[in-house]
Every structure is written in C-alpha cells, then in structure tokens.
C-alpha cells in the first residue's frame, strides 16, 4: 500500500495520479520523456509545413505562392523550429526516457530539475513562435535565418520585433538545455547500477554523456552572444554595431563555437541509438565496442576544434583557414570508425528486416553521403565555391534528415513497444519507411546539383533560363511523398494506440536492461536494482556462455521504494523567465508597463525557488507492484 513519505517541507504538492494535473506537476523522467516527445513531433509537424511551403514556392520560376519577406521568415523558422523545437527535443525524449532504465536507476539526479527543464523549453518555443499571431507585415516573425548574424539583426536593418522574438525565446531554451546537460552528467556518473563500470554502458549512455558534456561547454557561448545581441537591440549597446566599433565577426565566433558542436549535439545520440538498435536485430555483440566509445569522445573534444570552416569567406587568412581545414578533415576519422563499425556488426549477424533495422540502414547510407559531402567542404577553395548555395543546403539536410531523423525513426519503432505496451504494425511501418526513404532521397538530393549550377540559399523565387527548374520541381516532388510517408508514420501511432497493451517485455531479444522490466515499466522501474557484471547483461543472462551468472539479483534489497512527489514548482519557475522575456518584447515597443513586467517575471521566479525550497521531497513510500 502506497503510504506518504515524510517531508519537511511547509508546502504540501500536488497528489492527482491520473488525469491532466497528474502530467502537468509529473517529475516521472518516463512522462517528461513522453512529453518530450509529443511535443518535439508537434514541432517538426509545424517545421515540415513550413519546409513544404517553401518547396512550393520554388517548384517552378517566378511563383508567387508567398512573399520574399514571408519567404524569408519560413526559411528561418523552419530551421529554428526543427534545430531547436524538434529534433533537439524528440531526442531529448529518448534520453530522458530510457537513461535510468539503461544504467538500472529509478529516476535522473533531479527530478524537478528534469521537469523545468521541459516547461522551460515549451514556453520557450511558443514564445518564438508568437510572432507568427502578429504577422509578418508587421515585422514580428523571426526573418533572419536561423544564425541571426548580428549585422541583419541590427535594429537599423529589423526594426520589427521578429529578432527580438527569436533572440530571448533561444535563450529561454538554452537555460533548460543546459541543466539538462548537468542532470545528465550527474545521473550517469553517480547512478549506474552496482557493478556496471563506465566501459559496460550501453553505447547510448556514452553518447548521452558526452553530449551533455559538449552542451554544458558550447551553450555559454551562443548564450553569451544573445545577451550581448539582445542588449544591442533592447538598450543601444553596441557590441555588434560597426559604426560605433563593434564587429559583427565576434558575433560569427561566438555562435559557430557554439553552432559546429550543436551538429553533434544532434548527430551523437542518434549515432547511440543506431549502436543500440543493430546489435538487437543482427542478434551480434556490437563490433568493436571500446573503439565506438573513444571515437565517441573523440568527436565531442574535436566538435570545438572545427567552427571556422563556416567562415572561410570571411577573410581571416591562409593559415587560419588552413588549420581549421585540416581539423575538419581530422574529424571525419572517428566518424568514419563508427561507419565500418557498424557495418561490421550487421556483417555475420542475423539480421532480422524489421522495421527499426530498415531506417537504421536507411541511417548509414543517407549519412554516409552526408558525411562525404561534409569532407568535401573541408577545401577552403572548394568550400568558397559552395559556400551559401544549395550544396550546403544539400549537406546539413542528409546530416539532420538522413542522419539523426532516420536514427530517431528507428528508435520510436524499437522502443514504442517498452514505452507504450503496444507493437507497432509492421506492414505500416516498411511503407512509412518506404515512402519517407524514396521521398527524403527525391527531395534533398536535387541540391547537389542546384548547388554546383549555382544557386544560391535562402531565395525566395527564380527567372526562367537558369537550369534550376527541373530539379526544382523533382525536389519539390520529393517533399509531397516524404509527407505522405509521415501521415502513414502518423496512421501507425493513431491505430497502435487504440489497440490494446499486450506488448512483451522483450519483443526483440533485447540486449539491455530496459527489456527486463514489464512494458510499459512501472513507475519505480526496477523493483530491485540489479547487480551488472558484464555489457550487455541482459543478453547473456538469456543466454549464458559461461557459468559466471551476467546479472544478479539481490532478495534482500527489496523493500519500499521511495517516489519522488509531485511538483508544481518546476512549470512556475519556467513560467517566471518567460513573462520577464515578454516585458523586455515591451520595452523593445516602448510600452509603459515593461518594466512592471519584467519585475513581474522576477518576482515569479523567486516565488517559485522558495516554494521549491519549502516545498520539502515529499512523495510515496510503495511496495514494489503497486503503482501510485
């Protein structure tokens, strides 16, 4: 029987178990995950619209589908939506979701912490997304392109509130980004089950380790890049303003020191969830484990060695751009290891065509060209000639797309039985892969071409005569089968859900430890924490080679296991910076009641600290099978 843990706290927490509430005032790391991942798909929902737009405005020349200034706001939300608001996100969800399970915890480090972090990135992305309700005429979306390079975000060329919008909403969502990195960190490092060393993680945990390692080092700097941004249109300062002496290069700096490692911030976890998804369905040890790791870290220290190769033009100079270059042809070494590593482990296996398998093999050769044209604009000549067309266009779109989303594809269908207790068809899923595989190809690959005839990114329309028509309309093709292989994705979820829970455990012969516990898990997790005493221990507790037993399960350390409580507090403190963000939106109006505002934001927040404070631990005490 669930009992009240004793709390010192003066403020009691929330006790609603189901419904809406129970959500809202969640420290569950598995619902904020689930949250996490809703929210992340609503958003690549809203950025895939706006990508089709834009498709539409250039299938043919001289369309008028929409304006150049409408255009240029979709071309820089698009970016800032799916970067930010989701694929950050939806692998945020996978991450949340599954790390405790993977070292044998029952919850982060800090469960509220985890909570604030959702709430603050949620505000956050509809407060960049605001500007949308007041239009474009009126200046007030973000139409600068997802970099903001201060020298367009200058309030003598955006007058408008759209860079204001973009600049304080990206810093709300770094502030939650950052403590999820620190929460991540201490969970991994201090929470792994007994006997599970560092070189016995599972390949994702490294990859969530380090990439929370990169967060907490580059996030500083674009946050400082923003403040500074933010002071020069908010209050006339003039870091970035040319004719008062500042320099719209250190703008540049700062956010590619920060911008280069965020491509690994996207492309790391991805690269874990492949690592965890091949092993399973080749039914084969992961080749060369020890080198996926040091490759791993290797790519999180050098992530910050390459930046100014997204500055070539900018004339710094034959040496400079020289070093840069070489780092940046260095760097596709340990990616190139994780490459044959995978395929190494497919080569041999049993290698099951389910549909995880099929996007995570979709993964290796769409990064793959990814990666090869990445290679390509380590040549500083060469990468003068490509800089700003669509073969830059082309690269980052098989590295998001072709990379992390076909990794996050083939995670949801490995992992949607365990979260939600329901397999998903796998007739639905092959066409889903189908069509989104043949469309992705269709749609991005045409930017090669269009980059080496030279057309430059981010124009809104075209004159007949270029040679750009075709692959135009052949592009814009692609795009109309990559959305009709999202709404069957969409279909799938629609009709899994209504079906009943009567998921396995271990639908796949599982590897790991999430795949011992029932789907979808209890709240507790793990009724006992398990004793590791090998990688892969689930594995080879199915079907030992050995007498040495994989995994060990101590009677005696069953008792009651304490739960975190309930908590209001987390989505207050999101809410305290957000209306403090909104009055500085008034002061950029010149309204008289910014600065109450703005106080108001302040004052919120520190409410909300001391209600966290006071509000004591709380929770239940439960008997292992219970679950409120």
Do not use: C
């Not at 690269?271 to 040890?285: C, D, F, N, Q, T």
């Not at 689930?538 to 040495?548: A, I, N, S, V």
């Amino acid at each position: 029987m669930a009992t009240a843990a004793k709390t010192l706290g003066v403020i009691p927490r929330p006790t609603a178990q189901t419904g809406f509430w129970s959500w809202v005032a969640t420290v569950d790391h598995k619902r904020i995950g689930i949250l996490y991942g809703v929210t992340g798909f609503f958003f690549f929902l809203v950025g895939g619209i706006e990508a089709w737009i834009m498709r539409l405005q250039l299938a043919r020349p001289g369309l008028e589908v929409v304006t150049a200034k409408t255009f240029n706001a979709l071309f820089t939300m698009h970016a800032t939506t799916m970067i930010f608001l989701g694929v950050t996100p939806l692998l945020s969800a996978f991450m949340n979701y599954l790390l405790p399970l993977l070292i044998g915890a029952r919850d982060v480090a800090f469960p509220r912490l985890n909570a604030f972090s959702y709430w603050i990135y949620l505000f956050g992305g509809i407060f960049i997304n605001a500007g949308w309700l007041m239009g474009t005429a009126r200046g007030a979306v973000p139409d600068v392109g997802w970099f903001g390079y201060a020298n367009l975000t200058s309030v003598q060329y955006t007058s408008g509130l759209g860079s204001d919008f973009w600049t304080l909403g990206l810093l709300l969502l770094g502030v939650g980004t950052l403590l999820t990195g620190f929460n991540f960190i201490v969970t991994i490092l201090n929470m792994r089950a007994p006997g599970m060393s560092l070189m016995k993680m599972p390949v994702f945990v490294w990859t969530t380790l380090v990439t929370s390692a990169i967060i907490i080092f580059a996030f500083p700097s674009i946050t400082v890049a923003l403040i500074m941004l933010m002071f020069d249109r908010a209050f006339a300062a003039n870091f970035f303003e040319v004719a008062e002496g500042g320099s719209v290069l250190l703008y540049q700096h700062l956010f590619w020191v920060f911008g280069h490692p965020e491509v690994y911030i996207l492309i790391l976890p991805a690269m874990g969830i492949i690592s965890e998804v091949l092993p399973v369905h080749a039914r084969k040890m992961l080749f060369g484990y020890s080198v996926m790791v040091f490759s791993t870290a290797l790519i999180g220290f050098m992530g910050f060695t390459v930046w100014s190769h997204h500055m070539f033009t900018v004339g710094m100079g034959p040496v400079v751009n020289s070093i840069f270059a070489l780092t940046t042809m260095a760097i596709a070494v340990p990616t190139g290891v994780k490459i044959f590593n995978w395929l190494s482990t497919m080569w041999g296996g049993q290698v099951r065509f389910t549909t995880p398998m099929l996007y995570a093999i979709g993964f290796l050769a769409s990064f793959t060209i990814g990666g090869l044209s990445g290679f390509m604009h380590a040549v500083a000549p060469s990468n003068t000639q490509q800089h700003d067309t669509y073969f830059v266009v082309a690269h980052f779109h098989y590295v998001l797309i072709g990379g992390t989303l076909f990794a996050i594809l083939s995670g949801i269908h490995h992992w949607f039985p365990k979260v939600f207790g329901r397999m998903l068809d796998e007739r639905l899923g092959r066409w889903s892969f189908g069509l989104i595989f043949t469309g992705f190809h269709t749609f991005a690959f045409p930017f090669h071409f269009l980059g080496l005839m030279g057309m430059p990114r981010r124009i809104y329309t075209y004159a007949p005569g270029m040679g750009w028509e075709f692959w135009n309309l052949v592009s814009t093709i692609g795009v109309f089968i990559l959305a009709a292989g999202i709404l069957v994705l969409i279909t799938n979820f629609i009709m899994t859900m209504r079906k009943p829970m009567d998921a396995p455990a271990d639908p796949w012969d599982g590897r790991t430890l999430e795949w011992t516990l029932p789907s979808p898990p209890p709240v507790y997790n793990f009724a006992v924490i398990p004793e590791v005493r090998l990688r892969d221990a689930f594995w080879f507790h199915k079907h030992p080679e050995t007498d040495e037993p994989a995994l060990v399960y101590d009677p005696q350390a069953a008792g009651p296991i304490h739960l975190p409580g309930p908590s209001l507090m987390p989505l207050l403190l999101a809410l305290g910076p957000t209306v403090a963000a909104t009055g500085v939106l008034f002061l950029r109006m010149r309204e008289a009641y910014a600065v109450p505002v703005i106080v108001a934001g302040f004052v919120i927040a520190l409410l909300a600290i001391w209600g966290w404070a006071f509000e004591g631990e709380g929770g239940t005490l439960i008997e292992a099978g219970e679950e409120s």
